[in-house]
């Protein structure tokens, strides 16, 4: 229940000391926030899309000029390192400069041939997409929904996590600094209750970002009103490791795949599948790299793992963890906190783990990589579709045509091959099974959010 005099703490993962207290939006905040953008749609939608691509462009520009102060920021208030938060930054840029360059073309009529005298697709802006965000890429995951819905013509709304209220009240200033309507992008920060008040507020679409619970209550509630939604829900994301893989350097890919931000993304690296010919020598290596990576204070440019974004974080790795060692896993390293304050984790690698596994069936949102043996390769895709996930798969192997049949063969919705998994604005993101419905990114994501108009003229 909301109520005027809400507070939330933000805490520094990394100190534990307070760095932020604000009062969560209440019903009345979102009533208004939504009010504000149905009117600013009316005039946004009247732009032309090339207008819209200035206002973008403006707004990227911003950003790479507020970097290093928007990364600071993203660090203090869930603890990923300094330079992944200045990458991500500077991948936000990118990707705003993205929709402003290719926007319009996306956008325009597309005609065809009907026995009518002229036959056309437009594509039209359905108004108001509210969103509700994570912590996990406090302005990439906001931006990546924001930027294709807003060069569509639509207004948004962000709910970030209640831990990165900065972030989102960054993103609005910069849409504000690049001289957007008032209203067109808004951040309402806050808890559950003010993300429960935006979806019952009068809005044209939403797209949500979280657990599959919670996606499947969006999805009925979304169904209720028959409003458009994009869900993305997570993954356990297969490690494929083949017999003819280069394993020195597939080893090595294993540690940016998994410990990127310190293991909680989407689409790192979960279940490390690795055929048994060359299972030991893929172990070595993966623990050798693992044992290099610098465990510390996030705003240090040579750490490479900060902390878990929370207390209540730390102590679902250690459970989960208690629970592999339970059933017969055993760590070759890590595989304990680090130092006595902040919510830091050992980078750890797991063997002897069975694909039955709770660590196996979970998500596991940490710095934890459960190597699983797959006796060959039908074996190894047949375990990396034994998941309630189906977001991203990475496959490693020489023979590149074998690829190519392999990969129809993998359940995600994307899938690299010799390389680890990313999200990049030219591709479309988004999975399949419960990993959630729709897309985001690309052009078939600004898609998701329009009216697809048919148009027939006869004379």
């Known amino acids: ?83 992944e938060s200045v990458a991500e930054v500077e991948k936000c ?9 290719n926007g319009p073309k996306f956008l325009e009529d597309e ?8 036959s056309y697709i437009a594509f039209e802006p359905l108004g108001v997409i509210a969103s509700i965000m994570p912590w996990n890429f406090p302005m990439w995951q906001p931006l990546r929904f924001a930027a294709p819905s807003l060069m569509a013509g639509n207004s948004v709304i962000v709910k970030p ?13 910069v849409f504000e600094d690049a001289n957007l309507p008032a ?19 009068d809005v044209d679409g939403y797209s949500f970002t979280g657990s599959v619970d919670v996606g499947i209550e969006i999805g009925r509630k979304a169904a209720s009103r028959l409003k458009k939604c994009v869900l993305e829900l997570g993954g356990s994301d297969p490690f494929i490791v083949l017999a003819d893989a280069d394993v020195k350097k597939t080893a090595k890919s294993a540690v940016a795949g998994k410990f990127v931000n310190c293991g909680q993304s989407c689409i790192a690296s979960k279940r490390f599948i690795v055929v048994k010919d060359v299972l030991d020598e893929f172990v070595e290596k993966f623990v050798s790299n693992t044992k290099r990576l610098k465990v510390g204070d996030p705003l240090n440019r040579n750490t490479d793992i900060g902390p878990l974004v929370s207390k209540e974080a730390l102590q679902k790795i250690e459970a989960q963890l208690d629970k592999a060692r339970e059933d017969g896993a055993e760590a070759l390293c890590g595989g304990e906190r680090h130092g006595s304050r902040g919510y830091f984790y050992e980078p750890t690698v797991l063997v002897n783990v069975k694909e039955k596994m709770q660590i196996v069936n979970e998500e596991v949102f940490g710095p934890v990589a459960p190597i ?8 190894a895709m047949r375990i990396a579709n034994s998941t309630k996930f189906g977001l991203g798969a990475s496959l490693w192997t020489e023979n590149i045509e074998k690829a190519k049949k392999i990969v129809s063969q993998i359940e995600a919705g994307l899938v690299t091959v010799n390389n680890i998994v990313v999200s990049d604005p030219r591709i479309p993101f988004g999975g399949v099974k419960q990993s959630g419905i729709g897309r985001e990114l690309s052009r078939y994501g600004m898609l998701e959010f329009v009216n697809i108009k048919s148009v027939r003229i006869h004379e």
Request: net charge neutral.
């Open 93 to 101: 840029a990118r990707g705003v400069d993205y929709y402003a360059e």
């Open 111 to 118: 005609l065809v041939q009907t026995e009518a005298a002229e």
């Open 161 to 173: 996590s209640r831990f990165v209220p900065r972030s989102g009240m960054m993103l609005q200033e």
């Open 183 to 201: 209203g067109c992008f808004q951040t309402v920060a806050g808890d559950s209750s003010t993300g429960e008040a935006l979806l019952d507020a």
């Open 372 to 379: 699983i043996s797959a006796k060959d390769e039908k074996d």
């Open 1 to 83: 229940m909301i109520t005027p005099d809400t507070l939330i703490r933000c805490i520094n993962p990394a100190t534990e000391e307070e760095v932020f207290r604000y009062r969560a939006a209440s019903k009345d905040d979102v009533k208004g926030a939504v009010a504000r953008a149905r009117r600013a749609s009316q005039k946004w939608k009247e732009h032309s899309t090339w207008k819209r691509s200035d206002f973008l462009s403006e707004a990227a520009s911003t950003i790479r000029s507020r970097k290093e102060e928007f990364a600071k920021i993203m660090t203090q208030e869930m603890g990923k390192t300094i330079k």
